[in-house]
């Protein structure tokens, strides 16, 4: 079992500037150096869809990346976000990557943590309610997967700004950033077989040490100056990687 995993969250790759796309294609070539385990709590994509046989052209690179990594033999773990939840057969068995297209309890470095992108459950304002749910809901995929790729892609492109939580009011996420603390505290109140809780979403990067090893992580967002966290069976970092 992986002893020091790497949290990272909210590339955005898509949506961003290229020269983040390059820090992130670093990071993951850094990353056999900076610990034994990769854990993407989801938006690693602003969007990813998976076809039958049609995957987005434009993350080939990333792909690649990903897929050297596993070539090296680095566990990778991928829960979806509310940008890229709708992965499947590619991510897993081409690419051997676990996935989960919700919330997840896996082992991080020897601790049982409750894993989950954040969306849907601090929401500070409806319109993110309700997106939330038509994104999620089969009718919507089923509607979707039916399209052809290169209308699906096109529309998605065009929706991006709505599905976008960096382009939101800051108020809204320092609430939503409260809100999710608040939330896995009670989590972690409740739940004493859990040793960590760890959201993303709000691109607030957040450490609660609860005491007894059990913690509250928020890695922040890569996309911010290349956030990402480190996860021992002792000890939870923020940390910011420097290309």
Not at 58 to 74: C, E, M, N, S
Not at 146 to 165: E, N
Not at 186 to 210: C, K, N, W
Request: proline content about 4%.
């Amino acid at each position: 079992m992986p002893s020091r995993v790497l949290v990272v969250a909210d590339a955005h790759l898509g949506q961003v500037p290229a020269a983040i796309e390059s820090a992130f294609h670093r990071f993951l070539e850094a990353v056999p150096d900076l610990g034994q385990a990769l854990l993407i709590n989801g938006d690693l994509f602003d969007f990813w869809f998976e076809y039958r046989a049609v995957i987005p052209r434009r993350h080939f690179g990333t792909v690649a990346k990903l897929q050297a990594l596993r070539a090296q033999g680095i566990p990778i773990t991928f829960v979806g976000g509310n940008h890229d939840r709708w992965g499947g057969d590619f991510l897993i068995h081409d690419l051997g990557i676990g996935f989960y297209a919700g919330e997840a309890e896996i082992d991080v470095a020897g601790r049982r943590a409750f894993v989950a992108h954040g969306d849907g459950l601090t929401e500070q304002h409806w319109s993110a309610r309700l997106m939330h749910r038509v994104t999620r809901h089969p009718v919507t995929v089923r509607v979707f997967r039916a399209l052809h790729p290169d209308v699906g892609f096109w529309i998605a492109h065009k929706l991006s700004g709505s599905l976008a939580d960096h382009t939101r009011d800051p108020a809204v996420l320092d609430r939503a950033a409260r809100a999710q603390a608040q939330y896995a505290q009670e989590l972690l109140t409740r739940r004493s077989d859990l040793g960590l809780v760890i959201l993303a979403h709000t691109h607030r990067p957040a450490l609660d040490e609860l005491g007894n090893g059990r913690a509250y992580l928020n890695p922040g967002a890569f996309l911010d100056g290349g956030r990402y966290a480190v996860v021992t069976a002792n000890d939870v970092e923020l940390r910011t990687f420097h290309a």
